[in-house]
């Protein structure tokens, strides 16, 4: 039987889902097809649309989480990684967070179904090894964003305050020493949000 706090947290994960998706859907399609001035009420509109699907959708998913199809949580992970993507303008230090949920999903998903330390092990490879992998996609598109931007260096410069003149090369060493640092963070990360809700809920159960 699913605990309160298991219920919570899928709470947390599922619930912008619908909302968000609705909210840039009905953004985007106002876009193309009505004035500039009604982009905000379709926005708006699909922001309703998406809290009132929250109702059935959210009491639904969160009951049965952990038989969800594997597929949906992937859809579910690539669209906040793409969502934080977007917000933080490009940055992706801030993608690295949705490496703990994610371990949460499968810690969970492997406590209650009481796997053994070779199903344990193995899925928390395929887990670190996805989110990693995404986040490596992330960091080549930051990189691509950045080394394209002739403005780089002087935004670098300006933001930190820095006395010295940042070169290009700094910038491919920033890029190549930060993403390595983020990349190994994300499998940690991954690793052990796993391995302890795997834990917790199993001595729980």
């Given amino acids: ?15 912008p889902l619908a909302p968000l998706s609705l909210f840039l859907g009905g ?17 708006l509109f ?32 690539l669209f906040y990684s793409i969502g934080i993507f977007g917000f933080f303008m490009g940055v992706p230090v801030f993608n690295l967070a949705l490496a703990l949920p994610a371990g949460f999903i499968f810690g969970d998903r492997l406590a209650a179904k009481h796997a053994d330390e070779v199903e344990l092990r193995h899925t928390t490879r395929r887990v670190a ?3 990693t992998g995404a986040l490596t996609l992330v960091c080549m598109a930051s990189a691509i964003i950045a080394l394209a931007d ?15 003149e940042v070169t290009r090369n700094m910038v491919i060493g920033l890029i190549a020493i930060g993403g390595s640092v983020l990349l190994v963070f994300n499998w940690l990360l991954a690793f052990v949000s796993i391995r302890f809700t795997y834990s917790f809920f199993k001595l729980r159960a």
């Fill in 1 to 15: 039987m699913k605990t309160k706090l298991e219920n919570f947290i899928h709470g947390l994960i599922l619930a």
């Fill in 27 to 43: 953004w985007w399609l106002a876009y193309f097809v009505l004035p500039e001035k009604w982009i905000p009420a379709g926005a």
């Fill in 46 to 77: 699909g922001l309703a649309l998406g809290l009132l699907a929250d109702i059935p959708l959210l009491r639904r998913w969160s009951a049965h989480a952990n038989r969800l199809n594997i597929g949906f949580w992937v859809v579910v992970f």
């Fill in 129 to 131: 090894g996805f989110t």
């Fill in 150 to 164: 002739p403005y780089t260096e002087a935004n670098l410069q300006g933001m930190f305050g820095l006395p010295f």
